[in-house]
């Protein structure tokens, strides 16, 4: 199964792409730039929903939804926010079709339903919830106001990719009103902590925290913090954003509270969201030429047990010993399958429970019974080990959090050595073209500068990371004084 498999140093992006499919993830659909996401690949959605969910409550945050279409108007009331989604917007004119008459079978739009007002189908949803604050904030004793959305979103893209870039994507989106500016970027930054021990945490994806610059932050944001992650292939990918909106959006919108004193004042916001992009982080991070590498705390089925026999006796005494076992390991919390399918050989389970990821297989033959034992194999390094049955479930539950671990620090490895200082631009271009990575290179804070190497080389400055050290240097490109180094990379 996994041998049809494009291999990573041949063809990453066509690697990627099979994988996804064949590991029963996602699919292309009829509609255009849209993906179908199968129940595997939802399994793994849903688990990362459950754990970002738990945490944003923990937060005290709670969960509303808001409509799917925003007005014209109101769209484009922030300024910079609709101009920055402008291009990628979807627009419904009319509200109804009608019978072709010059084509039987057919439907026309009826051009006397057209709509007062065109919608914009939502891109993101700031403006028709800063629309909605408005009669939910009257005093501060209405802030601060910590609302999150978990919706879909269409943004329409040219060139997609399933998982990293899709005309429509789920999503949640955080939207948050505050009484001073300082709670806001608090808050700001609290998400993208948030986000960062997410991604360490569950997905066992080393991040950097940092900050946009002016020409990468969202629009309608004062600021954006970012964390990111790199990519099996040397290339970055932006894995969650939190931004520190200000007070455009209240005073696009008209949002003001009266403050302790009485006095009217317009609060602070912030918006901060994660989306499918993440499942597209996920494969690329950990997986092999094999298939999906799944970290278990991710992973929808941890275990998969399969009986090797050639009788149904054998296979009734096996059952009878997997039952057990299946019994102690979900008492442990542990997700497992027992695929007893009779339709399907054990080698062509094994193929396919490795090409989706399943962090442990179990594999229980007449011989294993006899000797009180189980044959256990890695997916994350593929080793094999036989083990005795006594205490088997305590022993897989601290594998599994081995396994977790060993990804987190694979994964940590591989990107703190791409991560390369250069001082000049021959080097910066040698390295993007060759070990490729984060690139850590003094830039003079130029807009102009930025976009000139971006043009050159594709590579665009992914953060300036929060834990830098201000050091005097020259930028690497025009040479002009620079402030302290950021990270360039090519990116998804």
Not at 122 to 139: C, D, F, H, L, N
Not at 270 to 294: E, P
Request: aromatic fraction near 10%; glycine fraction near 6%.
């Amino acid at each position: 199964m996994s041998k049809n498999l494009t291999t990573r140093s041949d063809d990453y992006s066509k690697w990627y792409n099979e994988l996804v499919v064949k590991a029963d993830l996602a699919e292309n659909s009829g509609v255009r730039g849209c993906m179908v996401i199968k129940p595997y690949g939802y399994a793994i959605w849903e688990k990362m929903q459950e754990e970002l969910d738990r945490m944003f409550k923990e937060t005290g945050h709670q969960n509303a939804y808001f409509p799917l279409f925003v007005p014209k108007s109101m769209f484009e009331a922030e300024e910079k926010n609709a101009e920055g989604f402008a291009k990628e917007c979807a627009i419904v004119t009319h509200y109804r079709l009608k019978n072709d008459p010059d084509n039987p079978g057919k439907l026309m739009v009826d051009p006397n339903a057209k709509l007062e007002e065109e919608l914009i189908v939502r891109p993101t949803s700031e403006a028709i919830i800063w629309s909605t604050y408005k009669g939910w904030v009257q005093s501060y004793r209405d802030l601060p106001l910590l609302i999150n959305q978990w919706a879909n979103v269409v943004r329409w893209e040219m060139r997609t990719r399933l998982f990293l870039r899709t005309a429509e994507f789920l999503w949640q989106e955080g939207h948050t009103a505050h009484a001073t500016r300082s709670e806001a970027i608090e808050e700001s930054e609290k998400m993208m902590h948030v986000y960062a021990a997410f991604a360490e945490n569950f997905m066992a994806i080393p991040v950097i925290k940092g900050l946009k610059t002016e020409t990468e932050r969202f629009a309608g944001a004062e600021e954006t913090y970012c964390i990111e992650a790199l990519m099996q292939d040397g290339k970055a990918l932006q894995a969650g954003t939190s931004h520190f909106l200000g007070q455009n959006f209240a005073k696009a919108f008209d949002v003001k509270f009266a403050n302790a004193e009485g006095k009217q004042e317009h609060v602070w916001g912030t918006s901060w969201g994660v989306s499918t992009r993440l499942m597209g982080a996920l494969v690329m991070t950990h997986s092999d030429d094999k298939g999906l590498v799944l970290p278990p705390n991710l992973a929808p089925i941890q275990v998969v047990i399969v009986p090797i026999y050639k009788t149904e006796e054998q296979l009734v005494e096996i059952t009878a010993a997997v039952t057990i076992l299946v019994s102690q390991l979900r008492g442990l919390k542990i997700a497992v399958k027992y695929d007893d399918r009779t339709t399907q050989k054990p080698g062509f389970k094994f193929a396919e429970w490795e090409l989706k990821g399943v962090p442990v297989r179990i594999a229980v033959g007449p011989n294993d019974l006899e000797n009180g034992t189980f044959e256990i194999a890695r997916r994350d390094n593929l080793t094999k080990e036989t083990v005795n049955k006594d205490g088997i479930a305590i022993y897989i539950q601290k594998l599994l959090e081995q396994i977790q671990t060993d990804l987190f620090d694979n994964a940590l490895n591989y990107r703190d050595t791409h991560i390369t200082e250069v001082n000049s631009f021959e080097e910066f271009v040698a390295i993007l073209d060759g070990k490729g990575g984060f690139v850590s290179a003094h830039w003079d804070g130029t807009a102009a500068t930025e976009e000139k190497i971006k043009n050159l080389t594709k590579a665009t400055i992914r953060c300036i990371p929060l834990d830098r050290i201000k050091q005097p240097g020259s930028c690497v490109l025009t040479g002009n004084s620079s402030v302290g180094r950021v990270l360039f990379a090519k990116a998804y």
